[in-house]
């Protein structure tokens, strides 16, 4: 009786084992489809980043090549001034360096084009590859800090050649008759 007795218990103690077991695998299937599904989210939005990225820098493109644009318009300005100033208005030397910023608003040209084309088609980022996505962004980076190099340039250009302006101007106003 005492070994039926220690059997029924054994059994007792497997069944409950078994029970136990099962809920155990369930938990930890539930456990692995939970982390499944943070990972699939963490991919997303590591996806969602990317794009962020991607658009934020191909906007500051585009607004780069604006501001590139606006500077040449003023330092052409400023060189005719200059040059009405200096009594060369028209000559070589004023035709060289409206060229010369003429040259580096074409080299923007085909970036700004680029830039605007990827804005317009974000939207298709989504069937874009990781790989690809990563070789256009690399590329939009470094045209981004090729624009911002040009603007540097004619930005120090433009504060070169509009104090020169303002000096003629001084000693103009300043000139006794």
Same mark, same amino acid.
């Given at each position: 009786?005492v070994s ?5 218990i ?15 695998a ?28 991607? *658009? ?51 080299s *923007? ?65 300043n000139?006794?008759?």
């Open positions: 009786m039926n007795f220690a059997e029924i054994a059994a007792i103690g497997g069944v409950l084992g078994a029970i136990g077991g099962l809920y155990a369930r938990a930890a299937s539930r456990s692995a489809s939970l982390a499944q599904d943070a990972a699939k989210q963490a991919e997303r939005a590591e996806r969602r980043g990317f794009v962020r990225d991607f *658009i934020g820098n191909t906007q500051k493109v585009l607004v780069e090549c604006g501001r590139v644009e606006a500077i040449a318009t003023d330092l052409k300005s400023q060189y005719r001034t200059l040059f009405t100033f200096a009594g060369q208005y028209g000559g070589s030397r004023q035709q060289l360096y409206i060229e010369q910023i003429d040259n580096k608003l074409k *923007i040209v085909p970036i700004q084009e680029e830039a605007q084309k990827l804005m317009d088609a974000h939207r298709s980022l989504a069937q874009t590859s990781d790989e690809d996505m990563n070789l256009a962004l690399a590329k939009i980076v470094a045209n981004s800090v090729l624009v911002e190099g040009i603007r540097e340039e004619l930005q120090r250009e433009l504060t070169e050649i509009s104090a020169q302006n303002h000096q003629y101007r001084e000693n103009r106003i000139a006794k008759p």
